[in-house]
């Protein structure tokens, strides 16, 4: 016997002059041909207002007497079979029945494989979409592009797309997971390749000044969800799932351990989304609002409904922020709740925050999907823009500065009392040594070389300094050329060799002073 565990969701509705409970459910009918056919049922309780008017617990429990009875009549008594001798045959209807009953519906110790939300979604496009179309086709019978038109046709958004050939492609996956097909069958969508990405709704947010105006028209607690979102970047069933103990106000961050759908507790979307988040100024916010709830307990939800036992559903924040929008007519096709946690990514990082780091914050998977929430904005460009145009002014600058030249060995006769960016030949700055280290003269057609190019060193710069330095009287330690310069030691060392005494010529005279401290400078 198979049952599916329902507890719609009462509701009250006002056609006119009448006013009533009711609830949407899903029906169950076994087909024929051994299919079960599930469509989606409005069942209406009673009457909302009147002499004979029921209240919301009244219609709940009309609710669970309906939804018992209609329980209690098994669909089918067997299971289905799926031939192993030719598996072709097989009606994609009852693949799709086995994966929906045993693994979407599925509960495992007490606990659904499937959260809440996703399972909303697979009934919706099995039953809606892929059944009315697929379910009496069998398996051999599948071409890739039969169901490539059909998605085209079917779709509204490449993502309605991609999530109807998930679905079809793990139908058969679990098949072959199950043994129910063996593992040289292909699977057919495998093959069906969907077109390149598309967006219906602009990729946009709205500026910060127009985020402050469309908040300052909301009242909390609403407001206060909405600036939970923008602040933090959580999710709108996130923020609907917290508790007092998830909230610590001394601290001043939120932990993000469980989200909230439709009435549905479930842990987070990812593993990664289990995370903790700062609330920055929000804190006393926050102090402030759990003041006024009626219970403070840690299991209490920070925001309930008028019955305090169930938190608030999103849908009221959802109406609230669409109005206000659309009141400071900055309102957009797409904009909605999800629009805040789209702009707290794109801030953060605009603000410093790498990719990694908006990433974790945000509690996506990887970085490839904080790039989808990133949006460029044409006031960040500018930003870069002029940013980029201020360092080719500095540049610029800088290159109608006069250079200063420091000649070359051959450039120079003799000794100058001023060295402060000249360079000389060694031998003529030491007689002795240049008599010690005498060139060879051989061959009476020797080419004499040419003269090096005098030594470009920009006026202000390190090495400048560091020449300076060298030609005072009593010298100049490596620790003070190394604070001078903010290098290393090594660094010092290697330009004083290579710079200093080959590229420009000098000589550079070492010696060590009373205190062991040895002293540079240009002899």
Not at 145 to 156: I, M
Not at 336 to 342: F, I, K, T
Request: glycine share 6%; proline share 5%.
């Amino acid at each position: 016997m198979r049952l599916r565990g329902q507890q719609p969701k009462v509701h009250r509705r006002s056609d006119g002059a009448d006013s009533y409970w009711y609830f949407r459910y899903w029906r169950d009918e076994l087909l024929p041909n051994g299919l079960i056919h599930t469509t989606r049922e409005v069942h209406r309780i009673g009457p909302a207002e009147g002499a004979e008017a029921l209240t919301v617990n009244q219609a709940e429990a009309e609710r669970d007497r309906f939804m018992e009875q209609l329980s209690a009549t098994p669909l089918r008594q067997a299971p289905v079979v799926v031939s192993t001798d030719n598996p072709g045959t097989t009606l994609f209807g009852a693949l799709a029945e086995l994966w929906e009953w045993d693994y979407v519906e599925a509960i495992v110790g007490g606990k659904p494989l499937v959260a809440a939300s996703t399972k909303g979604k697979y009934r919706n496009h099995l039953h809606k979409h892929i059944l009315p179309r697929w379910a009496g086709t069998r398996i051999c019978d599948f071409r890739a592009k039969d169901v490539l038109d059909w998605l085209q046709k079917e779709s509204g958004s490449w993502y309605m797309m991609t999530d109807l050939r998930n679905i079809m492609s793990g139908i058969f996956t679990k098949a072959q997971e199950w043994e129910l097909l063996p593992d040289t069958f292909a699977n057919p969508i495998a093959r069906v390749k969907l077109p390149k990405k598309w967006q219906i709704y602009e990729r946009r947010i709205l500026s910060e000044e127009e985020t402050v105006r469309v908040l300052a028209r909301i009242e909390d607690p609403h407001r206060l969800v909405c600036e939970i979102c923008v602040a933090t970047g959580a999710r709108i069933s996130e923020v609907t799932g917290l508790q007092l103990k998830h909230v610590n106000l001394e601290k001043s961050f939120i932990r993000i351990e469980q989200r909230h759908w439709r009435g549905d507790i479930d842990a987070p979307k990812s593993e990664r989304s289990k995370r903790t988040l700062t609330v920055g100024s929000l804190a006393e916010r926050l102090k402030n609002w759990i003041r006024t709830l009626s219970q403070n307990a840690p299991e209490a939800w920070l925001f309930p409904q008028p019955n305090p036992e169930k938190p608030m559903w999103d849908s009221g924040v959802r109406a609230n922020l669409k109005r206000a929008a659309r009141l400071e007519k900055c309102d957009f096709p797409g904009f909605g709740l999800h629009s805040l946690r789209r702009a707290n990514i794109t801030w953060r990082q605009e603000v410093g925050a790498s990719s990694i780091e908006a990433s974790r914050i945000a509690g996506h998977a990887s970085t490839k999907m904080t790039e989808q929430y990133t949006v460029v904005q044409l006031n960040r460009q500018e930003e870069l823009t002029r940013r980029i145009q201020e360092r080719l002014a500095a540049a610029a600058t800088q290159v109608r500065k006069a250079s200063v030249v420091i000649p070359t060995r051959e450039s120079v006769p003799s000794v100058k009392k001023d060295l402060a960016l000249t360079s000389l030949r060694s031998h003529e700055c030491d007689p002795e040594r240049s008599n010690t280290m005498p060139k060879k003269q051989n061959g009476k057609n020797r080419k004499q070389k040419k003269a090096k190019p005098a030594i470009q060193v920009r006026e202000g710069s390190k090495k400048a300094e560091i020449i300076v330095l060298l030609q005072q009287r009593n010298g100049v330690t490596l620790q003070e050329l190394m604070t001078a310069t903010g290098w290393q030691a090594h660094s010092v060392r290697g330009f004083l060799s290579a710079a200093v005494g080959k590229k420009m010529g000098l000589h550079l005279d070492s010696s060590k002073r009373e205190d062991g401290q040895r002293v540079y400078r240009i002899a």
